[in-house]
């Protein structure tokens, strides 16, 4: 009877197509381990970068501002302003929470749709919730003669190198 049990096992164990079948599941899996390590090594080995579009803008010649006025560039989130002194850049975005403010023509101010900051057209702040003043953005000409906001970097309101004169 023990012998042919014994004799059952090892015809199963022996068995081509049973001995195979288990071969390439092994393979398999060990075959997706490998994957997953590699998966997992790639996404290590790559720097982990956030790429972001660059803080300093082209704003184009100076002669599409007319002087006096106060343009607001959406995308950018920027104002620049064309005045007696020259030309300046200013953060479009309210520094209370952070929307976008729009200059009022009508009322020569710079307005915060959300909760009603205002602004004069050199950032200064005339009433609202706003706890500062919009800042002032480095602006500069480029070789070609175009006007270059860094969105990144505040210089000093009305300081002398904040200004382009052309
Ligand atoms: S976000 Fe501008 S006043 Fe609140």
């Given at each position: 009877?023990?012998?042919?049990?014994?004799?059952?096992?090892?015809?199963?164990?022996?068995?081509?197509?049973r001995r195979e079948f288990f071969m390439k599941l092994g393979l398999g899996s060990l075959g997706i381990a490998a994957a997953g390590t590699a998966a997992f090594s790639y996404q290590y080995l790559e720097p982990n970068v956030l790429y972001e579009p660059s803080p300093v803008i082209n704003a184009g010649k100076p002669d599409r501002y007319p002087l006096d006025s106060v343009t607001l560039d959406v995308n950018n989130g920027i104002f620049i302003v064309h005045s007696q002194e020259g030309?300046?850049?200013?953060?479009?975005?309210c520094t209370h929470l952070g929307c976008l403010t729009a200059w009022k023509q009508e009322l020569g101010i710079i307005a915060c749709p959300c909760h009603g900051s205002k602004f004069e057209e050199n950032g200064k702040k005339i009433e609202?919730?706003?706890?500062?003043?919009?800042?002032?953005?480095?602006?500069?000409?480029?070789?070609d003669g175009d006007l270059l906001v860094d969105r990144s970097t505040d210089v000093p309101p009305l300081a002398r190198d904040s200004f382009v004169r052309v």
């Open positions: 009877m023990a012998d042919e049990k014994t004799t059952a096992s090892d015809e199963q164990l022996n068995d081509p197509s030309y300046f850049s200013l953060s479009a975005v609202g919730p706003a706890p500062r003043p919009l800042p002032w953005k480095r602006i500069w000409l480029n070789d």
